[in-house]
């Protein structure tokens, strides 16, 4: 993440006032900035970040914003914040192919569905008519 990007986000983590509903949202620049952090958070969504652990990367933010003394090196740890990275987005993963298995099985319990082998469930809608009924059929795809 770029370093200005990294500074914009502490800044706002650190300067904005902080009451249990966040801050009130009454200047631009306030909801300018609200925005800034929302859009810095995409690229920590991919961590899938507890309470706590956002609390850490905060401080580390906080602590290299305003080059405060660092708890860690960060060269040594960027092989095992790619590797963190990449076991968030696995679990993430697992948790929506089962989410996904479901839809399909339900999708394919309801009646007139078919299954295909490649795994389509396909529902008749409206058959068709005519010579090639199978080529003319409304269907809905999962």
Do not use: C, N, W
Request: zero cysteines; charged letters at 25%; glycine letters at 8%.
């Amino acid at each position: 993440m770029p370093k200005t990007v990294v500074s914009a986000l502490v800044l706002l983590l650190v300067a904005a006032p902080v009451s249990a509903a966040g801050p009130e949202l009454k200047t631009e620049e306030q909801k300018t900035l609200y925005a800034l952090g929302l859009a810095l958070s995409q690229s920590l969504s991919t961590f899938a970040l507890s309470d706590k652990e956002l609390e850490l990367v905060k401080e580390g933010l906080s602590d290299g914003v305003l080059v405060r003394e660092h708890k860690v090196e960060v060269q040594p740890y960027m092989p095992k914040i790619q590797e963190f990275q990449k076991s968030r987005m696995a679990a993430a993963a697992t948790i929506e192919k089962k989410s996904g298995e479901a839809y399909m099985a339900k999708a394919a319990a309801e009646k007139g569905a078919t299954k295909t082998p490649s795994g389509i469930v396909i529902t008749t809608i409206k058959p068709g008519t005519g010579a090639s009924p199978g080529a003319t059929d409304k269907v809905k795809v999962h």
